[in-house]
């Protein structure tokens, strides 16, 4: 068997060892056995499973006791209608902080159901930086401010917190949430996908204080209702079984680790080893601002276009895979998520700089 450095967005690369672990109890979990895929989630076995995840992040994250973690379906993109819906609160308008497509298509959807003010934007610099806090124009009554943590797209990354004073901040972190430690009571509500950081596709978090739920617009569908999920413990529907447990045991392996700090510092040593070569090289060029460049995704540039494609296929032949950028963005991007090892971008910036030798 022969694995490869997989620098995909998302789904991405998971720890060899939360896979093995999965493989061994696939048939059998502690002795019950039953597949963890095929027990009730009402059973025993699975409440277990389920309170472990949510106590494993909650430490990880240190997360204050009025918070609730909810796990739910529907993805980040779910998430862009069901914030809206659950923490207007009576209020008419939210404001956004644009910082590139992410940001984009949580204005466009929040836009069905509020007012929204774009109090700060970078697409004027083509969303390679994160507009200064001083630029933007907060309005007090705002229902909260929503922040795209980290562009998975773009590779703009916030690396400072912002403050809203009393106004709740909200934050899509589905790209580098578990990437460092952060200070969960300075915001109102953490939201992300756990494709990325935490797990197989399926699994939504919220993190959310609890003075702001209840007060869900009516015609919010019941499964998005964050009270009524938090009084039934994520367990209104039948919750993403496999994957909330896939989920525990990656806290596991980040706690085994050393916790965010130590993921912080592994995350910090890696996007070094790429940001250097990059701009070291004049044959390679990473479009993003220095202070906002993303820990997790490195997009960068080829001097020439056309030699896109070789460079994939020569990645592909050595055992790298995904590094084509987004579409809408074009050029390459490397997703260096948690489970990426240091070795992995080692031998990438090896075969970029065999590349540039050769067609430089
Ligand atoms: N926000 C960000 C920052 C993302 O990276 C993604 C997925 N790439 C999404 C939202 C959308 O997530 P999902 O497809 O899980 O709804």
Request: net charge neutral; proline share 5%.
């Amino acid at each position: 068997m022969t694995r490869v450095f997989n620098f995909s967005a998302g789904p991405a690369a998971l720890p060899e060892s939360v896979l093995r672990t999965a493989a061994d109890e696939m048939l059998d979990w502690h002795g019950s056995g039953m597949s963890v895929m095929e027990m009730s989630h009402r059973g025993k076995e699975f409440i277990a499973i389920h309170a472990h995840a949510e106590q494993m992040l909650r430490e990880l994250l240190a997360i204050p006791a009025n918070y609730k973690v909810l796990f739910m379906q529907g993805g980040a993109i779910g998430e862009n209608a069901i914030v809206p819906m659950n923490l207007l609160r009576g209020k008419a308008s939210a404001d956004y902080i644009d910082t590139g497509e992410w940001s984009k298509k949580s204005i466009k959807e929040a836009k069905k159901y509020a007012k929204v003010n774009v109090a700060a934007s970078s697409a004027e610099q083509g969303y390679t930086c994160v507009p200064p806090r001083a630029s933007w124009t907060l309005d007090p009554e705002a229902a909260y401010v929503h922040i795209c943590s980290n562009e998975t797209i773009g590779g703009v990354e916030y690396h400072w917190t912002p403050d809203t004073g009393a106004v709740p901040l909200v934050a899509d972190m589905s790209s580098d949430i578990l990437s460092r430690p952060i200070e969960v009571s300075k915001y109102g509500l953490i939201y992300g996908g756990a494709q990325k950081n935490i797990g197989p596709a399926g699994l939504t978090i919220v993190i959310v204080r609890d003075d702001l739920i209840g007060q869900a617009l009516p015609i919010t569908p019941s499964a998005f209702d964050y009270k009524q999920q938090a009084d039934n413990d994520s367990m209104l529907n039948t919750p993403p079984t496999y994957a909330i447990y896939i989920a525990g045991l990656v806290f596991d392996w980040i706690k085994a680790r050393g916790g965010l700090d130590a993921m912080a510092t592994h995350n910090r040593a890696k996007a070094a080893v790429l940001y250097d070569y990059l701009d070291k090289s004049a044959f390679y060029s990473s479009p993003v601002k220095r202070e906002d460049r993303s820990l997790m995704n490195v997009p960068f540039k080829l001097k020439d276009e056309a030699l896109d494609e070789p460079f994939l296929k020569g990645a592909q032949a050595r055992g790298m895979v995904q590094l084509k950028g987004h579409r809408s963005v074009g050029g390459m991007r490397a997703s260096i998520y948690n489970a990426m090892p240091i070795e992995g971008v080692q031998s990438l910036v090896a075969y970029m700089k065999e590349f540039e030798a050769k067609h430089g």
